[in-house]
């Protein structure tokens, strides 16, 4: 099982201190957010995992989870170790996704 480590806001923490293995960076401007948003949910429901185990951080926010360090384009999209910036290609997404799952420590929602 993998340990969650609580935070403040009561948001939970990876193994790898980030607030979830899966999450999406948006903005108040930007453009393609919804569409990467949707691409990612699409790729996401494909393996079964649940739209939870998606954490959206708005970078215009001052309620952020802390895990948007090095963020410079939107959309981005973290999944495990993998950075996305931009609109991304569907495989791109699908492929992150399948190594991500494949991880001992993938955390589907980092609440429980």
């Known amino acids: 099982m993998t340990k969650v480590v609580e935070m403040s806001n009561g948001l939970g923490k990876t193994p790898c201190g980030r607030c979830s293995c899966i999450i999406v960076y948006t903005g108040d401007y930007c453009l393609f957010c919804d569409a990467a948003k949707e691409m990612l949910g699409e790729a996401i429901a494909h393996y ?8 959206q951080v708005d970078v ?11 963020i410079t384009r939107l959309p981005t999209i973290r999944i495990c170790n993998v950075k996305l910036e931009g609109l991304p290609d569907e495989k791109e997404i699908t492929d992150a996704v399948l190594r991500a799952l494949m ?10």
Do not use: K, L, T, W
């Not at 215009?60 to 090095?70: I, L, P, Q, Y």
């Open 48 to 55: 079964g995992v649940s739209d939870a185990a998606i954490c």
């Open 60 to 70: 215009d926010s001052e309620d952020g989870c802390g895990c948007n360090d090095g």
């Open 103 to 112: 991880m001992d420590c993938f955390c589907e929602d980092p609440r429980y």
